[in-house]
């Protein structure tokens, strides 16, 4: 299947621990990005990459850090875990269509940090 | 940056009848507007987007219109199935060629009523 999947589906691990999330697209996508969805549903960019490049860095603790070993990965690294950190992490990519970039979600990785 | 908001946050229709989500947007250079279906425990879908040099598409029972006048922009479902129940977010973004980054709105949750 031609997608975005996201390793693991759940995640729950106590504060202070170190884990990290892994995602891959298929699609020949250029564009991957992270997104984080709290308990109010609300979704927030945090990275963006384009080509292995850091394109977008929001407002995010360096507790946080991606990583893109290639245009087809893109994983994302928490430090030291907060009881804040609990929600569910969204990897998406995208590709150029005309003079805009549709971005395609995976399935989501919920995290619980007790 | 770019402030979006959504109305309503949820929303109750008998099946077969109409829904309708409408959100604004703050920045007048976003010249971009998806729609994102998102199911229980799923990633959002895209359904359907509309540029700003557009001011309404369609794609069989749902519908985009934008005002980039007034600065809004709603989804219009039509003979609505209990399969479109789900949370709908719009988002807007400025395309910056591999920059994008999507602001969502707040989430409507559509309950469709049998």
């Known amino acids: 299947d031609t997608a975005v999947s996201q390793t693991p589906k759940y995640l729950v691990t106590q504060m202070g621990n170190d884990k990290s999330i892994k995602c891959e697209q298929n699609l020949g996508h250029d564009t991957m990005y992270w997104y984080k969805q709290d308990s109010k549903k609300f979704l927030k960019i945090m990275f963006s990459y384009n080509n292995k490049e850091l394109i977008i860095n929001e407002t995010v603790p360096n507790r946080f850090s991606p990583k893109s070993p290639d245009k087809a990965h893109l994983n994302l690294h928490i430090n030291s875990l907060e009881l804040g950190d609990s929600a569910v992490y969204f990897c998406?990519?995208?590709?150029?269509?005309?003079?805009?970039?549709?971005?395609?979600f995976g399935p989501g990785t919920r995290l619980t940090v007790t | 940056g770019e402030n979006v908001e959504q109305h309503p946050s949820t929303l109750s229709v008998q099946e077969g009848d109409s829904a309708v989500i409408k959100c604004t947007y703050s920045d007048s250079a976003s010249n971009y507007f998806p729609w994102y279906k998102q199911e229980l425990g799923k990633g959002p879908q895209l359904i359907i987007d509309?540029?700003?040099?557009?001011g309404e598409k369609k794609d069989q029972r749902i519908a985009v219109t934008l005002n980039k006048t007034a600065k809004h922009f709603s989804l219009h479902i039509t003979e609505t199935q209990p399969e479109d129940s789900a949370v709908y977010f719009c988002?807007?973004?400025?395309?910056?060629?591999?920059?994008?980054?999507?602001?969502f709105g707040t989430g409507t949750r559509l309950t469709i009523i049998p």
């Open positions: 988002a807007a973004s400025i395309s910056n060629f591999g920059n994008e980054k999507l602001t």
């Open positions: 509309i540029r700003s040099n557009v």
């Open positions: 998406a990519s995208s590709y150029r269509t005309g003079l805009v970039y549709e971005q395609y």
